[in-house]
């Protein structure tokens, strides 16, 4: 069964991480349902904000990638089921 999640990370270069958060959604075939950036920083950083309909396999394949990315820190998770 699909839930709800909203995933939260920290980011340096915010264009490439989107396009990579992007392709990673595709080949997964994740249903994003929202992918905001917030906030851009004195020293670049920015927030990024990301809900997704997906179960939690594929939820935590994605949080596994985007820990591994080198622009990512802080990635956090909530959500799922009730």
Known sequence: ???RFVITAT???AFRVVQRVASVAARHR???LQLQIIGI???CL???C???QANEEKVEQLIKQLKR???CS???AQGGKP
Do not use: Q
């Open 1 to 3: 069964m699909e839930y």
């Open 11 to 13: 980011i340096e270069n």
């Open 30 to 32: 994740l249903r994003v």
């Open 41 to 43: 920083e004195i020293d």
């Open 46 to 48: 920015a927030h990024l």
């Open 50 to 52: 990301l809900v997704v």
């Open 69 to 71: 990315m080198v622009d």
């Open 74 to 76: 802080n990635v956090n």
